[in-house]
């Protein structure tokens, strides 16, 4: 059983930055490409960043590009998120995902080729 448990969420002012961190449990981590979502309130869940198993492809929201990095270490079984230039607009709950295919990275922006979810972190962002 995979189990996705984000952490770093909280509170920081418009300009600040916060990393955020997703820790898998299982086996088989490198093999599986990665997403971030998120989801404000009345809002539908939407896509942030993905990477891919090996790590060499990244693709992000036009929303966010160019503020935040998706990383991972595959040795740690985590991915990251690094945000920075935080606006209010990015105040959500922040999901991490695996997508349901070993080496496969198609269609990353919807949510329904994730088969794996954490429980969230929530981002405020004051302004």
């Excluded at 891919?52 to 929303?63: E, I, L, M, P, Q």
């Excluded at 991490?96 to 088969?115: F, I, K, M, T, W």
């Excluded at 794996?116 to 929530?122: E, L, N």
Aim: overall charge positive; glycine content about 12%; charged content about 15%.
């Amino acid at each position: 059983q995979v189990q996705l448990a984000e952490s770093g969420g909280g509170l920081v002012q418009a300009g600040g930055s916060l990393r955020l961190s997703c820790a898998a449990s299982g086996r088989s981590f490198s093999v599986y490409t990665m997403g971030w979502f998120r989801q404000a309130p009345g809002k539908d869940r939407e896509f942030v960043a993905a990477i891919s198993w090996s790590g060499r492809s990244t693709y992000y929201a036009d929303s966010v590009k160019g503020r935040f990095t998706i990383s991972r270490d595959n040795a740690k079984n985590t991915v990251y998120l690094q945000m920075n230039s935080l606006k209010p607009e990015d105040t959500a709950v922040y999901y991490c995902a695996r997508q349901s295919r070993g080496y496969y990275s198609d269609q990353v922006h919807q949510p329904g080729q994730y088969n794996y979810w954490g429980q969230g972190t929530q981002v405020t962002v004051s302004s």
